[in-house]
DNA sequence: TTGATTGTGGGTTTTGAGCCCAATAGGATG
DNA sequence: CATCCTATTGGGCTCAAAACCCACAATCAA
């Protein structure tokens, strides 16, 4: 992961009659490479994600890391969480895509109904950190009604 | 935390056209840095609250620091759903913003609805000892009503 | 080949944030 | 009481970003 990023930042955009968005300039910025590539995701339903495309190699490269180590060291029953996390890593389908005008992005066929967002109503574009995320506005509520309580905990436990 | 500063007032103002409030001047002048920028954060439903940049940064930049810095050493491999779970309540709770005229605040797109004052209504400016708070009135009346009977046990308590 | 549909790259319009200044109000001062 | 000063507010101007619109290319089907 080239570490030097930590995306933050919230916006709302609408995705137009031809299902492209506009990311917000600094975002586009650093989530694509000097040609406007990067990495399209499926996270979940009413969600996609944004990567460059060198981290998303690598989160891939580090979590088969992970499992093979722990599989020959026999750790594996106890951390079938780790198998799954992976198994949905590397069975999210994600393509490159490239953005128009450093910004534009269009959706693939494919990932549209996966958003689960009609033509000319509103996405919200939110910095994960890593990479940049799409929520459908409903499933973006949902996740943040859901994790709001545990940022306190989760913020401790990791900058511990 | 700055220590020198207790900031205590209390000021009604109201939302302009263009959601812009202005801070009373001794508020403004001891939240905000030599440019003008503090932080602006989502408190709970009805609120908002000021930082100076430095303090917040005390509770939460440094925080943000040791988290980039576990990533680019490779502490977080298996813990990237988390870090992007937190990156994502990162970008919803905070953000900076610059004081237009040393005083006046403009709420951005996201704190709006958050605040649930529509615009041309009043807000109360509320200094809370180590920020300012910005009250819809209705979610102020509640709070003093809560809070306003624990006043006297909490006073003695906290400077006995 | 023709026509419809979708992707792509512009351009133009509109919106909104930043900046500035003017008008007002109210307090302080001489 | 007259004057000055400063805090607050309202509004205009400008610029950049976002939304919108259209023209063209590519693809595919009839």
Redesign the interface.
């Known amino acids: ?1 080239s ?2 990023i ?7 955009r609408t995705i137009d009659d031809r299902f492209r968005v506009t990311l917000p300039s600094e975002m586009a910025e650093v989530i694509s490479d000097s040609d406007g590539n990067c990495i399209l995701a499926k996270e979940r339903s009413g969600c996609l ?1 944004l990567w460059r495309a060198a981290d998303w190699q690598k ?1 891939i490269d ?2 088969v890391a ?1 499992i093979k180590q722990k599989i020959q060291t026999g750790r594996m029953e106890s951390r079938w969480s ?1 198998v799954q ?1 992976l198994g949905r890593m590397l069975s999210t389908r994600y393509r490159t895509v490239s953005l128009a005008n450093r910004s534009r992005l269009l959706i693939p066929e494919g990932f549209r109904e996966f958003l689960e967002v009609p033509v000319n109503h509103d996405v919200m574009i ?6 940049v ?1 799409i929520w459908s506005p409903a499933a973006w509520l949902e ?2 009604r859901e ?2 309580p ?2 306190g905990p ?2 401790t ?3 511990a």
């Open positions: 992961m570490g030097e930590f995306i933050t930042g919230e916006a709302k994600s989160r580090d979590g992970l780790d996390r939110v910095g994960a950190a890593i990479c995320e996740a943040l994790d709001m545990k940022f989760l913020f436990e990791l900058s």
